[in-house]
């Protein structure tokens, strides 16, 4: 037995070696767009021993599909559109032959009626790679599809709205919560070279996903429009550069239904190695569309639509700058709390450490900053988690009807809290903005900033408390730039039959130099996290 075993794996690293050398030679021969021909070989049956041999061979061989179909389009499109492709490098070119297909993917995925979907809205592979161009991993073990879409209407003209998503600056402030950073490394007149830091959710567990985009954008009908982003590795297959996570042909689908009014479909679709997410539940890739349709219609219902309540008689921000300020400084908010707890390093988190053990572990991240007086400090995030058996939408109730100061302990001296400003952010109940006045023990005057999310994939409370000037300079349309806030918040996320993965995160700030060192800082911390939790847990025994 042991013979044979060694026999296999002599055969199959030849193999991979054989593999590995024409590999090389379609990757030639794309450079040079010349057309080469793949060879076909039967793979062995391996045990166990042979796994990773086999895994090679197989993602080898996908890759020689894909760049014997790849090579054969670029000869075809250079016979259709001589002059294009006379115009272009050969690395444009085959760049803006692959954007074309990922523009027809997109279309294609986000129409009704295809056969590639299945009546429970999950993506049939086998019709998919029968349909669909082959960019990786087809029939190649250990990798996982992660795709969704979902469509809905929103509030805002078809034209602008292409013109904002196509805007990278204006793209992550429309997804605070998705998106933790975003450039753009080169531009042409086809298409974008993004660098992304994607957040597929607002846990320290799960690692945010880094990946350089192509995006293209193309005006397809009279009143539709299609944006499409796929992962640059696609116009290499470099072996040294291929991404822990690759993004497939995603994007949008936006149609202009009436004036002012948009039927928009996205769909999202990773492709990554099974191994690379290992976390205590599933993640839930079906509601990877559905959190980007969410904060979609969060910001276009917000820029249309100025539907404020006023609860109190202290401020008056009826005026549009008003409204506009206090929504962005919610948004920044909300952007602030996210990278802190998924310790984003482009944002210059760095991992600090973990108090405790298991699900229940206290983790933490710091960065360097200034606070609003330009006075160097350190600001921590820390993010505590619970398991408990009920939904989001149950548990976001409880919370958000509770009284603060007996859900949150750094609260316990609030003598009194009026909720002043509520701001619906969607038609959808949840959504919303609220402002409060807080009267302390003392006699200083304070108000609180709130922003709730509450959708299918789950449930967020966010909130930041700021000094009366801060707040009355924001009011009254002055700058955003210098406020500093230190969100703090929850997270519920399905987690099992009928369960949520609850988490508590706090944002603190210290004048320490060396944050690792404080017994008593690190201490502290553990308390508010953990005695926020069991607040929650106890309030959730006592109202259920």
């Not at 670029?74 to 002059?83: D, E, G, K, Q």
């Not at 846990?203 to 990946?211: A, D, E, F, G, K």
Request: with cysteine.
């Amino acid at each position: 037995m042991y013979h044979y075993h060694h026999q296999m794996r002599i055969f199959l690293q030849q193999h991979n070696d054989l593999l590995r050398a024409e590999n090389m030679a379609m990757v030639q021969a794309l450079n040079s767009s010349s057309p080469s021909i793949c060879l076909s070989c039967d793979g062995p049956i391996v045990s166990t021993e042979e796994s990773e041999l086999s895994l090679e061979n197989a993602l080898l061989r996908s890759e020689i599909d894909t760049l014997t179909c790849f090579i054969m389009r670029l000869s075809s499109f250079r016979s259709l559109y001589p002059t294009v492709g006379a115009s272009m490098s050969k690395w444009h070119y085959a760049v803006a032959v692959m954007t074309s297909l990922s523009l027809k993917e997109v279309v294609s995925l986000s129409r009704q009626g295809t056969p590639m979907w299945t009546s429970n809205e999950r993506l049939n592979l086998d019709e998919y790679y029968s349909i669909c161009f082959p960019w990786f991993a087809r029939n190649a073990p250990g990798f996982v599809h992660e795709v969704s879409r979902a469509s809905a209407l929103v509030p805002f003209d078809a034209s602008l709205l292409v013109e904002n998503l196509t805007n990278h600056v204006n793209w992550q402030k429309i997804f605070p919560s998705i998106i933790a950073d975003v450039s753009m490394e080169s531009h042409h007149r086809l298409f974008q070279l993004l660098n992304v830091d994607f957040m597929p959710q607002i846990s320290p567990l799960i690692q945010t996903r880094n990946v350089k985009l192509l995006r293209r954008s193309m005006h397809i009908e009279n009143d539709t429009w299609v944006i499409a982003y796929i992962s640059m590795y696609f116009s290499s297959y470099e072996r040294h550069s291929r991404p822990n996570f690759m993004r497939f042909p995603s994007g949008y689908l936006v149609q202009r239904v009436a004036n002012g009014i948009s039927k928009v479909t996205v769909l999202d679709h990773w492709v990554y190695k099974e191994e690379e997410v290992r976390n205590i539940f599933i993640s839930n890739s079906a509601f990877g569309a559905y959190r980007w349709l969410a904060a979609l219609q969060k910001h276009c219902y917000n820029i249309w639509s100025i539907s404020i309540s006023s609860l109190g008689h202290q401020i008056q921000i009826f005026g549009p700058i008003c409204h506009t300020n206090l929504l962005n400084l919610s948004t920044s908010m909300v952007y602030a709390f996210c990278t802190g707890v998924c310790g984003t390093p482009r944002q210059k988190w760095k991992r600090l450490g973990t108090i405790g053990s298991s699900v229940s572990k206290i983790r933490m991240f710091n960065r360097e900053s200034r606070d609003m007086k330009g006075i160097p400090c350190v600001f921590i995030s820390a993010t505590g988690m619970t398991r408990m058996q009920a939904t989001p939408e149950v548990i976001f109730g409880l919370i958000n009807r509770a009284k603060k100061q007996d859900i949150w302990k750094h609260l316990n001296s609030v003598r009194d809290m009026k909720e002043l400003i509520r701001i619906k952010r969607s038609p959808s109940p949840g959504n919303e903005v609220s402002v409060f006045s807080i009267e302390w023990t003392s006699s200083t005057e304070w108000y609180m900033i709130q922003e709730t999310y509450l959708d299918a994939s789950g449930a967020m409370i966010i909130y930041a408390c700021i000094e009366a000037p801060y707040f009355t300079a924001v009011i009254n349309g002055g700058d955003l730039s210098d406020i500093k806030l230190l969100p703090c918040g929850f997270t519920m996320m399905p987690h099992g039959l009928q369960g949520s993965l609850v988490s508590a995160a706090y944002q603190v700030k210290t004048y320490q130099t060396s944050v690792t060192n404080s017994e008593e800082l690190m201490s502290y911390i553990k308390s508010m996290v953990t005695d926020t939790l069991g607040n929650v847990r106890n309030a959730f025994s006592t109202y259920r």
